[in-house]
């Protein structure tokens, strides 16, 4: 966050369709992103900075999705083109994790207890969850290596331009 006595700094502000974007730069890699529809907010959520300008290039589909009360504009913006993106961050990647994980292990409990399946039944059922957990797993390290790595890429990005602006040039 950006100390209180440091002013923030507008990173954009325009409207889309009646609704008012803002995005001011909070530090930490991160920007704080506020919509509004009149003197009502309708959404103000954390955002990585170097992704920010994705909230500017698809507010149209931001607007279609707040209008059909849905995400998926804010999920399109987040998107890195591989399946994963930025709106959910590590923490929530791990609770959806133990979410499935508590889901799949109920799947299996009422089959041997409800249903009277057999036990290959239920060790299919286990390894398919074994699979899926595997997968967010695998997801949740991807997204906290990209996390650190971006951060770092950050603020070496912060690191270059500080020395720019002394007039300190970086070979």
């Given at each position: 966050?950006?100390p209180p006595?440091?002013?923030?700094?507008t990173v954009?502000?325009?409207?889309?369709?009646?609704?008012?974007?803002d995005?001011v730069d909070?530090?930490?890699?991160?920007?704080?992103?506020?919509?509004?529809?009149?003197n009502?907010?309708?959404?103000?959520?954390?955002?990585?900075a170097y992704?920010?300008?994705?909230?500017?290039?698809?507010?149209?589909d931001i607007?279609d999705?707040?209008l059909?009360?849905?995400d998926?504009?804010?999920?399109?913006?987040g998107?890195d083109?591989l399946?994963?993106?930025a709106m959910?961050?590590?923490d929530?990647?791990?609770?959806?994790?133990e979410?499935?994980?508590?889901?799949?292990?109920?799947?299996a409990?009422?089959?041997v207890?409800?249903q009277?399946e057999?036990?290959?039944?239920?060790?299919?059922?286990?390894?398919d969850?074994?699979v899926?957990?595997?997968?967010?797993e695998t997801?949740?390290?991807a997204?906290?290596?990209e996390?650190?790595l971006?951060?770092?890429h950050?603020?070496?990005?912060?690191?270059?331009a500080?020395?720019?602006?002394?007039g300190?040039?970086e070979?």
């Amino acid at each position: 966050m950006t100390p209180p006595d440091e002013p923030r700094k507008t990173v954009f502000s325009f409207n889309e369709r009646g609704f008012d974007f803002d995005a001011v730069d909070i530090g930490g890699g991160d920007a704080l992103i506020t919509i509004r529809r009149g003197n009502e907010t309708v959404r103000e959520l954390k955002f990585p900075a170097y992704k920010v300008y994705n909230i500017a290039a698809h507010a149209n589909d931001i607007v279609d999705g707040l209008l059909e009360e849905s995400d998926r504009g804010l999920q399109i913006a987040g998107s890195d083109g591989l399946g994963g993106e930025a709106m959910t961050p590590p923490d929530e990647a791990r609770k959806t994790l133990e979410s499935r994980t508590r889901e799949w292990l109920d799947v299996a409990i009422e089959a041997v207890c409800t249903q009277g399946e057999d036990a290959d039944t239920v060790d299919l059922v286990m390894a398919d969850a074994g699979v899926h957990i595997a997968a967010l797993e695998t997801r949740i390290e991807a997204l906290e290596k990209e996390n650190r790595l971006l951060r770092q890429h950050i603020a070496d990005i912060g690191d270059f331009a500080h020395a720019a602006l002394r007039g300190e040039e970086e070979r």
